[in-house]
């Protein structure tokens, strides 16, 4: 992996690594690709986030 450095552009990819199935309460699991701009990844994260169904009336 390189480093980045100030001023270096850098982009991410986000993924969604598990779509729930029962979208009323759960945990989304997203992948995070840090790359620059060669392309090459300089960092790789995970984020998790807790969702919740709205009421629709």
Sequence with gaps: MNSLYRFDNFFLKLSNLCAPKDI????VKWLVDVYDETRETVAIATILTIVKKRNQE
């Design 24 to 27: 009323t309460k759960s945990i």
